[in-house]
């Protein structure tokens, strides 16, 4: 069994019960073919609940500093992580990207490139959008509702496929397409 599938079991056993999660619309996510998974970021513990409740494989950029000891190195690449230098477009980190996207895998981000301060959604950074427009990948908007606090309610929300094709043909900036998807997760956060 792998180290993902263990970590899985694992965490979906504390949180689940813990944070009370509520998933909707996991059927929006499909069973196969590339697939980005965007979310507003809250907390540190999104990583992981985005994680237990989607149905397939994450990959996930975590910042490049998390890489620098050997343990958490391991942990890290033994659940799919790869890292991301910040602040500065990181080549090796978009290869990468692409690279899982190509194989049909499943590729999560946050578009704000951080933890939002206040809760709420800030700007999204181009990268969500150069790797939505340099690839074939289905861009599922994702919203999590939550304080964290133990057995309060959380609510985890995958929203419709966010329409690529109309952005493809507007010739839309890799910003444009991060300001769509953004609008999407914040719809969902009002919705859900």
Known sequence: MSLYRIAK???STLFYPLYRIKV???ENIPTKGPV???SNHISNLDPPVIGITSPRVIHFMAKE???EKTFSRKLLTGIHAF???RGMADRNALRT???ILKE???LGLFPEGTRSRTGKPGKPLAGVGFFALRSDAVVIPCAIKSSYKPFKRTIVTYGEPVEMNELRKQKAS???TADTIMKEIKNLLNLS
Do not use: D, S, T
């Open 24 to 26: 909707v619309g996991k």
């Open 65 to 67: 500093e998390l890489f």
């Open 83 to 85: 890292p991301v230098r």
């Open 97 to 99: 990207g692409l690279k």
């Open 9 to 11: 079991i694992i965490v």
């Open 104 to 106: 049909g895998k499943v």
């Open 36 to 38: 980005i998974i965007c």
């Open 174 to 176: 890799a910003q444009e």
